[in-house]
């Protein structure tokens, strides 16, 4: 008996292991991709009439995925945003807030530094062999990314841990 039920709790744990939004694949509609990732955090109209769907574990978790859709809803591309060539893409002096949240969604944690005259947002992440890390993404009073800088992960500094 009790195997059985061992068995059933590994069997739905490698479903829910392949159900995730990394296993979306270009073509798919949206209802497969419903079927297969579940319910987006957030949804976000693109400006070329497409659709993205996000899927962020922040602030507790260091992944967010988008998975945009055409504007015939299927699936464009899927990516996972928590990379360093993901942050790579962030522009400074050009991209502003609302870019940043598009693409990476809301952040774990925003900090204000008033003597610089700048606020910062963190999105954290693994790097490295899997160190617990932190991008900070800073944006000047009017929004704009003055710059963007990697740190380790000042929830996990607390916690005494620095490796997963």
């Not at 899997?130 to 993404?137: I, N």
Request: glycine share 10%.
């Amino acid at each position: 008996m009790l195997s059985r039920v061992l068995l059933s709790f590994i069997a739905a744990l490698a479903l829910v292991a392949c159900s995730t939004p990394g296993s979306v694949k270009p073509g798919q509609d949206e209802a497969a991709v419903s079927a297969a990732a579940g319910r987006p955090t957030g949804i976000v109209k693109l400006p070329d009439g497409g659709t993205r769907w996000q899927y962020s574990g922040q602030p507790f978790n260091q992944w967010v995925w988008n998975i945009d859709f055409d504007a015939q809803g299927r699936v464009r591309s899927v990516e996972q945003m928590m990379t360093d060539e993901a942050f790579a893409k962030i522009r400074s002096g050009r991209d502003t807030r609302a870019d940043v949240l598009r693409d990476y969604g809301p952040p774990a944690e925003s900090f204000s530094y008033p003597l610089m005259n700048e606020t910062a947002w963190m999105y954290r992440y693994f790097v490295h062999g899997g160190f617990y890390a932190a991008m900070f993404v800073y944006f000047d009073p009017a929004g704009v990314v003055k710059r963007t800088e990697t740190g380790m992960d000042p929830w996990r500094i607390r916690d005494g841990g620095d490796r997963r």
